[in-house]
């Protein structure tokens, strides 16, 4: 999962610009664009999704371990606490002691997305680029995998092949 993955469709920017968290609680902070201030209608719907990848071990074998696990928030709110042009935290409520696993996790990656009902009634969302918390040095590595086997590949695919020579009957 790359930074270019999204959780919606193309819908209304909306950056994520941070993510705090304790062993209970999750804190989203967004930069809204003046776009969906003219659109949103509450109560509207938070959708966050958290991917945790390759907890921390000494395992030898892949370079991207097949452990991952998924968390997802949904709330809804009534209120628009939101300012043009200032950041605007989004608090999930409190779920105990279910977001220590984040710590033992060596990737993780937040998408984010807004749902509501625009002032003329259409279902509308937000998308944003996903938030890289931690592992920026696991995707690094993974594209520099990528990278050699894409290389190898062409070097295999360009490399001269072996003569052969065709047998006919006389």
């Known amino acids: 999962m790359s930074s270019a993955a999204a959780i919606v469709p193309d819908g209304i920017h909306c950056i994520l610009s941070d993510f705090q968290y304790t062993k209970d609680k999750v804190e989203i902070t967004v930069l809204p664009v003046k776009k969906l201030f003219y659109l949103i209608n509450p109560p509207f719907v938070a959708v966050c999704m958290i991917y945790l990848n390759s907890p921390a071990s000494n395992r030898n074998g892949r370079k991207v371990l097949d452990n991952d696990v998924y968390i997802t928030l949904e709330q809804e ?15 999930f409520r409190e779920y105990k002691n279910e977001f220590g696993i984040i710590d033992k996790y060596r990737r993780v990656r937040i998408f984010f997305s807004l749902i509501f009902n625009s002032n003329n009634g259409d279902r509308l969302w937000t998308k944003s680029p996903s938030y890289l918390l931690k592992g920026a040095e696991l995707d690094l590595e993974h594209e520099n995998l990528i990278k050699m086997n894409k290389e190898e590949t062409t070097r295999k695919r360009n490399a001269p092949s072996e003569p052969y020579f065709k047998l006919s009957r006389r």
Request: hydrophobic letters at 40%; zero cysteines; glycine letters at 6%.
């Open 77 to 91: 709110f009534n209120d628009l606490s939101f300012s043009i042009g200032k950041p605007s935290v989004i608090k």
